[in-house]
């Protein structure tokens, strides 16, 4: 009996999450890169690809300026930045990176970050200009949905304090209930106008215009 000591190869169950990455990958990346990320031979990437009918294409067409783009913009754009514009996942462009070597100095990384947080506050604001609801957790819209609503309401007839927060109504103005409603969230006070105050607007309208020289207009 042979004393020989057989090592035992574990092999890899081939599941659907390894169609996926053969599938993503396949066009960027030679089959030993493939197989070295899913611990595989090189043949059963080979035939599991024939399986999927997929075909390598020439690597200087569009396939290779993927990973020529994920060289070039690495330093500048975020992995979402890269796998948007190379139609990657950003998994995948982590692994092309780690796998040409790049890496991103400290500043890169702050500025980055930076650009993005303030293209977020951007989109942000204009969600909130247009009266939409926000998609994160940023506050950047009270003050732009407080000035928004102010112009609304002055234009509908209310009269705004000099605190910038009440706002008065007389008795024959139109309300409106809905823009109340939010003001109120947004921390609005909605009063009746003050006797004194209602009397002299009334005046006011009902006083005929008068030209610059003495002349009644109406």
């Given at each position: 009996?042979?004393?020989?000591?057989?090592?035992?190869?574990?092999?890899t169950?081939?599941?659907e999450?390894?169609?996926?990455?053969?599938?993503?990958?396949f066009h960027t990346?030679?089959?030993?890169?493939?197989a070295?990320?899913l611990?595989c031979?090189?043949s059963?990437?080979?035939r599991?690809?024939?399986l999927?009918?997929?075909?390598k294409?020439?690597?200087s067409?569009?396939?290779?300026?993927?990973?020529a783009?994920?060289?070039?913009e690495?330093?500048?754009?975020s992995?979402?930045e890269?796998?948007?514009?190379?139609?990657l996942?950003e998994?995948?462009?982590?692994?092309?990176?780690?796998?040409l070597?790049?890496?991103?100095?400290?500043?890169q990384k702050?500025a980055i970050k930076?650009r993005?947080?303030?293209e977020l506050?951007?989109?942000?604001r204009?969600r909130?200009?247009f009266?939409l609801?926000?998609?994160?957790n940023?506050?950047?819209?009270?003050?732009i949905?407080?000035?928004?609503?102010?112009?609304?309401?002055?234009?509908?007839?209310?009269?705004?304090?000099?605190?910038g927060i009440?706002?008065y109504?007389?008795a024959?103005?139109?309300?409106r209930p809905?823009?109340?409603?939010?003001?109120?969230?947004?921390g609005?006070?909605f009063?009746p106008l003050?006797?004194?105050?209602?009397?002299?607007?009334?005046s006011?309208?009902?006083s005929?215009?008068v030209?610059?020289n003495?002349q009644?207009?109406?």
């Amino acid at each position: 009996m042979s004393n020989t000591t057989r090592l035992k190869v574990k092999r890899t169950i081939w599941r659907e999450e390894h169609d996926n990455v053969l599938k993503e990958r396949f066009h960027t990346d030679y089959i030993h890169e493939i197989a070295s990320h899913l611990c595989c031979a090189k043949s059963t990437v080979s035939r599991h690809a024939r399986l999927l009918g997929l075909r390598k294409e020439n690597r200087s067409g569009r396939n290779h300026d993927a990973r020529a783009l994920v060289e070039m913009e690495y330093p500048n754009l975020s992995y979402g930045e890269i796998a948007e514009r190379t139609g990657l996942c950003e998994n995948t462009i982590y692994l092309i990176a780690r796998e040409l070597g790049l890496s991103r100095t400290p500043e890169q990384k702050r500025a980055i970050k930076s650009r993005l947080r303030k293209e977020l506050i951007r989109s942000e604001r204009r969600r909130a200009v247009f009266g939409l609801e926000p998609r994160t957790n940023i506050k950047v819209g009270s003050d732009i949905r407080k000035i928004r609503l102010r112009g609304n309401l002055k234009r509908h007839g209310y009269i705004v304090d000099d605190d910038g927060i009440t706002f008065y109504y007389y008795a024959g103005l139109c309300r409106r209930p809905i823009r109340e409603e939010h003001g109120r969230k947004l921390g609005f006070k909605f009063m009746p106008l003050p006797t004194t105050c209602a009397e002299e607007t009334e005046s006011d309208s009902a006083s005929p215009a008068v030209s610059a020289n003495g002349q009644t207009i109406n």
